[in-house]
């Protein structure tokens, strides 16, 4: 079982940055992929960005791709997610998600993800 903690999360103001972290523990050996889900209230969680462990290969949702950037660091078991020229409409709560196996998926659906944190708020004021 591999457990996932994000944090980094506040307020921005709008046209401003912030950087996501994602550290996991416990069965990181056989980490596969990891991902970022966000939800805002009233809303599905929705697919964000995500990276496979050994490749380094991305997805990101057309929402974000310009502005986003996931990145992993293997050593350390983390994964950002750099959040550039951020406006109200990026205001949610976002998650970290993990997957320890080998999955023919897209990895762009929370269905593929076994592992959750508990959330970090980003909000974005205008």
């Known amino acids: 079982q591999v457990q996932v903690v994000e944090s980094g999360g506040g307020l921005v103001q709008a046209g401003g940055s912030l950087r996501l972290s994602c550290a996991a523990s416990?069965?990181?050996?056989?980490?596969?992929?990891m991902g970022w889900f966000r939800q805002a209230p009233g809303k599905e969680r929705e697919f964000v960005a995500s990276?496979?462990?050994?490749?380094?290969?991305?997805r990101y949702a057309d929402s974000v791709k310009g502005r986003f950037t996931i990145s992993r660091d293997n050593a350390k078991n983390t994964v950002n997610l750099q959040m550039n020229s951020l406006n109200a409409e990026y205001t949610a709560v976002y998650y970290c998600?993990?997957?320890?196996?080998?999955?023919?998926?897209?990895?762009?659906?929370?269905?593929?993800?076994?592992?959750w944190g508990q959330g970090t708020q980003v909000t974005v004021s205008s």
């Open positions: 416990g069965r990181t050996f056989s980490m596969y992929a």
């Open positions: 998600a993990a997957r320890d196996t080998f999955t023919t998926s897209t990895l762009t659906t929370p269905s593929a993800f076994p592992s």
């Open positions: 990276i496979k462990l050994s490749t380094g290969a991305t």
